[in-house]
């Protein structure tokens, strides 16, 4: 199952994985520390509306479904502590975590009491979010969204009272792959509710997420189906699943290592970069000033575009260093005074190259930065610097900096002219539209500054 709704709202982005992608596992870091903190008065009233709703409908289905078979309450208590113990193996899936609790509740639906299973459910996760705050100080608050959790329990109950004999037979697949179903839908509706009322994500953006997660469940159910004809009879054997859980608790401590060092490695590159920036603004205070407005234009226009999460962020990288090549032209000619001779030119354009050469020196996802550095004074038009790419040939990240760039610099005072106005700018960038430019970018880029989107001041 998903775990329980604690974790930030899913970014922006629907696109395709890149070469690099450090974003899944930057949003992991983003979820832990969202789940560390207390709860804010909207996610309590959600929390508030749902659990209490789900207290009702448990106490609705004790009431309404047979009794059916029974159960003492060792077995009860065996199975709610191996709920609680499997729920504790949590594997990090982007803004979610799954769980293999499948493996427990499958055999539980026909072990127990049907109408006794969501209350399991939800005591098993309380205890596992009290070991969470035992363990590392983790808001206690937290454990009221163990109810709002344990809403995808009542799918398979439903169903499986209304359609099942209440005998396990294989020739009932189809009531318990509409069980599964149900789960689902349960699920989706349960969190789906909770991140619109706590923080106003609209279940349409939040479903991908789940979905997720629910492979997982998708996966374990035949499993834990066949765990659950194995023990038929014999309800404690439900025990033997510890130690295949153990071993997905192996697997999930090595993910989360790996998350670990993947977040450390993708600090680093980010400190990395802000160093280099610094150095730039340190040599020219002009283009440290005017890199950071082209980040914010940028990332804007990449985020309208719907780039990927990792595109959004290769941007921002992009449009931080697309000017780190110049610490290796002279001051001199950076800092000149009107116009550049054509001497001069030549050797100011080499500083894409020299961008692109110190990135690699650096490797891993800034070296993937640098060759895209290196395309950022290509034109549209095949006419740019330095390798003549035209059209889709460049790549995409480049012609939303170099537009964002122009854009800046146009709006930028120099020693050698005044800015123009916001609206000259968009002018030329509409003039030049097809030609210097690409024309979506140019698009884009004018709707972004038009509507205020962007609070930027001009330099």
Same mark, same amino acid.
């Given at each position: ?39 804010? %008065?909207?996610? #309590?009233? &959600?929390? $508030?509306?749902?659990?209490?709703? =789900? !207290?009702?409908?448990? *106490?609705?289905?004790? /009431? @309404?479904? %047979?009794?059916? #078979?029974? &159960?003492? $309450?060792?077995?009860?208590?065996? =199975? !709610?502590?191996?709920? *609680?113990?499997?729920? /504790? @193996? ?14 427990? !509740? ?23 979010? !009290? ?329």
């Amino acid at each position: 199952m998903a775990a329980a709704p604690d974790q930030p709202t899913p970014g922006l982005g629907v696109g395709a994985k890149l070469a690099f992608d450090t974003a899944a596992d930057e949003v992991v870091g983003e979820q832990r520390a969202w789940r560390s903190r207390s709860l804010v %008065p909207r996610e #309590r009233l &959600a929390a $508030l509306l749902l659990g209490g709703g =789900f !207290l009702a409908g448990t *106490a609705l289905l004790v /009431r @309404v479904l %047979p009794a059916g #078979r029974h &159960a003492s $309450l060792g077995v009860a208590l065996v =199975f !709610l502590v191996t709920y *609680a113990v499997v729920a /504790r @193996v949590e594997f990090e899936v982007f803004s979610g975590a799954a769980t293999p609790t499948e493996l427990v !509740l499958v055999p539980m639906l026909f072990a127990l009491p049907l109408g006794s299973v969501p209350l399991v459910v939800a005591i098993g996760l309380i205890l596992s979010s !009290l070991a969470d705050w035992a363990k590392d100080g983790r808001s206690l608050a937290r454990a009221a969204l163990s109810l709002v959790a344990s809403w995808h329990a009542v799918g398979p109950v439903i169903v499986l009272g209304l359609l099942a004999t209440g005998d396990l037979e294989w020739g009932h697949w189809w009531i318990y792959a509409l069980a599964l179903l149900a789960q689902f839908a349960f699920e989706l509706a349960s969190i789906g509710t909770y991140e619109l009322v706590a923080r106003g994500t609209s279940p349409r953006a939040l479903a991908p997420h789940i979905f997720r997660t629910q492979l997982v469940d998708l996966s374990l159910a035949p499993i834990g189906l066949v765990f659950a004809f194995g023990i038929a009879g014999r309800p404690y054997l439900i025990l033997l699943a510890l130690p295949l859980v153990g071993l997905l608790q192996v697997f999930a401590r090595e993910r989360m290592a790996r998350i670990d060092n993947a977040l450390e490695l993708s600090a680093a590159y980010r400190g990395t970069a802000f160093l280099l920036g610094d150095v730039v603004e340190a040599d020219d205070a002009y283009t440290g000033l005017h890199s950071r407005d082209v980040v914010e234009l940028s990332v804007a226009v990449a985020a309208e575009l719907r780039l990927s999460e990792s595109g959004v962020r290769e941007t921002e990288f992009v449009a931080l260093l697309h000017d780190v090549g110049k610490i290796r032209i002279p001051s001199e000619i950076i800092n000149k005074d009107g116009p550049l001779t054509p001497d001069e030119r030549a050797l100011m354009e080499t500083h894409t190259i020299e961008g692109e050469k110190l990135l690699e020196q650096v490797g891993g996802l800034l070296g993937r930065v640098g060759h895209i550095v290196r395309s950022c004074h290509e034109r549209w038009d095949g006419k740019g610097y330095p390798d003549g790419l035209a059209g889709e040939e460049i790549n995409r990240v480049a012609r939303i900096v170099m537009c964002c760039d122009a854009f800046s610099a146009m709006t930028t005072d120099r020693s050698y002219r005044k800015a123009l106005s916001v609206e000259s700018a968009l002018g030329e960038l509409r003039t030049n539209a097809g030609t210097q430019f690409d024309p979506q970018v140019v698009q884009v880029l004018t709707s972004v500054v038009e509507r205020g989107a962007l609070e930027r001041p001009v330099v």
